[in-house]
């Protein structure tokens, strides 16, 4: 690919992930839930930090399955301090556990999946910024979802972390327009 975003850089690991996760639409809500979280993890660190330490978290998190993350006591988050493929910090490990039982609350009524995507309308908005700096680091939609994940107990969720993660999983389309993913990110929001 020739013209890529240039916040991915040329590191393998950046480009595979522009190339093939960022900006696809995601509706599946235990895979929005990893990403809400590490995102959450990403808070004061780089995207890249998270991305090496993915399959670490996948690990520990036990494939991000809410149902036994849920049910971590003192004992398993304190397990989990002490792995150092993961970003050992305790409010965010403890932020996660909280995270996976706020996650089944909502999975078992609205949907997790609904909920999230309500802030943008139910399907991707389709941005068309020529340049890095014309893309927000936050927005109304964003601001909106930070406000509902905290009322309803959530951390590590404010309005730059809930933007980045509308990025990432294609509730906003944006790369550059003159990324080739710009047009295939938009035929796969709209079905062409």
């Not at 235990?30 to 979280?37: I, N, P, S, T």
């Not at 309308?121 to 927005?139: C, M």
């Amino acid at each position: 690919m020739d013209k890529r975003c240039g916040w991915c850089g040329d590191d393998a690991l950046y480009v595979a992930y522009h190339d093939t996760e960022w900006g696809v639409p995601e509706y599946d809500s235990r895979a929005l839930w990893e990403k809400l979280v590490l995102d959450g993890f990403q808070a004061g660190l780089s995207w890249i930090t998270i991305l090496r330490k993915r399959d670490g978290f996948r690990e520990e998190f036990e494939g991000f399955d809410p149902e036994r993350v849920a049910r971590w006591d003192d004992a398993r988050i304190e397990k989990a301090l002490q792995n150092p493929g993961i970003i050992r910090h305790r409010g965010k490990i403890s932020a996660t556990v909280r995270g996976a039982r706020l996650f089944l609350e909502i999975e078992q009524g609205e949907g997790f999946s609904p909920f999230l995507w309500s802030f943008v309308g139910g399907s991707p908005i389709q941005n068309r910024f020529a340049t890095l700096a014309e893309v927000p680091t936050d927005t109304a939609e964003s601001v909106s979802m930070s406000k509902a994940l905290k009322k309803r107990g959530f951390n590590f969720c404010g309005p730059v972390i809930t933007y980045a993660f509308m990025q990432a999983t294609g509730m906003v389309n944006d790369h550059l327009t003159d990324c080739p993913r710009h047009a295939q990110v938009r035929a796969l929001s709209t079905g062409g």
